[in-house]
């Protein structure tokens, strides 16, 4: 698994591998995705210390949106395909397919 990918399951505010900027994101994501978003001025206050109105949308938009797709497919009972059927990602700086 990738090690972003871990240290997002683990304890991705004490990783070194995000920036402030993307910690604040995962964050605003993580109250988001939890329906904590309403209580937590710190999250939207540090949104709003780095990104513009339109970034905050957007980033709030895309993160609403998956998490009404993940809903959807739970709803369904959708079962989660093994790995070997999911899509491969192209890890763009070593130009080669990533695992995972």
């Known amino acids: 698994m ?3 990918f871990e240290a997002i399951a683990g304890d991705w505010e004490a990783s070194n591998l995000f920036s402030h900027e993307e910690k604040t994101v995962i964050r605003w994501a993580a109250t988001l995705t939890e329906n904590t ?3 937590d001025d710190a999250a939207f206050t540090s949104m ?5 109105e339109k970034e905050i949308v957007e980033l709030t938009l895309f993160t609403c949106l998956f998490n009404a797709w993940n809903r959807l ?5 959708n079962p989660i395909e ?9 890890d763009w ?3 080669t397919i990533a695992s995972g």
Do not use: T
């Open 2 to 4: 990738d090690a972003h």
């Open 37 to 39: 978003a309403s209580g």
């Open 48 to 52: 709003k210390d780095i990104f513009s």
């Open 73 to 77: 497919q739970d709803g369904f009972q």
């Open 82 to 90: 093994p790995v070997s059927e999911q899509v491969q990602w192209l």
């Open 93 to 95: 700086n070593q130009n």
